[in-house]
């Protein structure tokens, strides 16, 4: 009987990884041009442009059948360079960030649409339905080992939930405003 050895496959993509060097959080921020503030979306933004930035995707492209964190996390010094320049640091966080949303968007439609107006219901719809997309897309791209296309709807998904939380977050302000001077006209 005759052994079967297996070459390791490389592509075009593993090699470009190899020459690369990544940009820092300055750098990626410059890059995209946000803006440094406290604002949630913007925080998003720059998690998204800096992973983006970083092979995370492919180095890390495994869902851990061990729920405990790779011994890599945090593993740099001074600790904050691990938010930027860590695979295993940013991988994780936007895992960690994924979930969080997993639980909070669902428990915001479950407090807003039994008592909420067609136009926050639909938006609270489209919210729900954008995160289940998203979802679906990440875990999708890690469990096909990140293909462009998927990876780059992945990063559409993101737009698109972004732009629902912030139709969301609109409705729910012209709903008070509404509310509001139907109060002071009685």
Not at 50 to 57: C, M, N, Q, R, T
Not at 81 to 104: K, S
Not at 122 to 130: H, M, N, Q
Request: overall charge neutral.
């Amino acid at each position: 009987m005759s052994e079967i050895s297996i070459a390791p496959v490389t592509t075009p993509l593993d090699e470009a990884w190899a020459g690369m060097t990544f940009p820092s959080y300055r750098q990626a921020l410059a890059l995209v041009g946000t803006p440094h503030t406290d604002s949630e979306g913007s925080r998003m933004i720059a998690c998204a442009a800096i992973e983006d930035g970083l092979p995370a995707g492919l180095g890390l492209a495994q869902v851990p059948k061990d729920p405990s964190q790779p011994a890599e996390i945090l593993s740099l010094t001074p600790w904050y360079r691990n938010f930027a320049d860590n695979m295993a640091t940013v991988q994780f966080d936007h895992r960690l960030i994924a979930w969080l949303l997993a639980l909070l968007i669902p428990a915001f439609w479950l407090a807003v649409r039994p008592q909420a107006s067609s136009r926050v219901a639909l938006a609270a719809d489209l919210l729900l339905a954008a995160l289940l997309l998203q979802f679906a897309l990440g875990v999708a791209t890690l469990l096909l080992v990140v293909p462009l296309p998927l990876a780059a709807a992945h990063q559409a998904g993101a737009v698109l939930l972004f732009a629902a939380a912030l139709n969301a977050a609109h409705a729910l302000h012209v709903r008070g405003r509404q509310e509001r001077a139907r109060g002071q006209r009685a």
